[in-house]
């Protein structure tokens, strides 16, 4: 660095310090910024995540349907099909104590359920 005029070398030494310190805190930023754009998940997954599920679920609206009975016949239709309780048992991991529990919850609701669609079955019958 060249001296001139009537600087003293105390802010000679201070201005190189901040320089050196502001391409310290860049070169700093730049690697922040690289390790974020290399570890960040692309736009196109290379493997299946373990939540996605491949939901089909059709509703034909009718015509002059009101929205809000199409749009009440398709929560319906997703509940039966079962993919939102199989998104939310496969968003934490659950050891196998939890899976036995939460199987034997699953099977005491099928039986129900069964149950009352034989009943309604009989009672459609007579």
């Known amino acids: 660095h060249t ?22 805190s860049l070169l700093i930023a730049c690697i922040v910024v ?7 998940p692309s736009s196109t997954p290379l493997t299946r995540s373990a939540t ?39 968003r934490y991991f659950e050891n196998s104590q939890d899976r036995k529990k939460r199987k034997i919850v699953q099977a005491r609701f099928r039986v129900r359920m069964e149950r009352m669609n034989a009943r309604r079955m009989r009672k459609q019958r007579t």
Do not use: C, W
Request: charged fraction near 25%; aromatic fraction near 6%; proline fraction near 3%.
């Open 3 to 24: 001296v001139s005029g009537s600087f003293s070398p105390n802010i000679i030494h201070i201005q190189n310090k901040y320089s050196i310190m502001a391409r310290l």
């Open 34 to 40: 690289a390790m974020a754009t290399a570890f960040a």
């Open 52 to 90: 996605a599920l491949s939901v089909n679920i059709k509703v034909d609206v009718g015509e002059g349907e009101p929205i809000e009975s199409a749009l009440r016949r398709f929560k319906r239709e997703v509940n039966k099909s079962g993919h939102l309780m199989d998104l939310r048992a496969k």
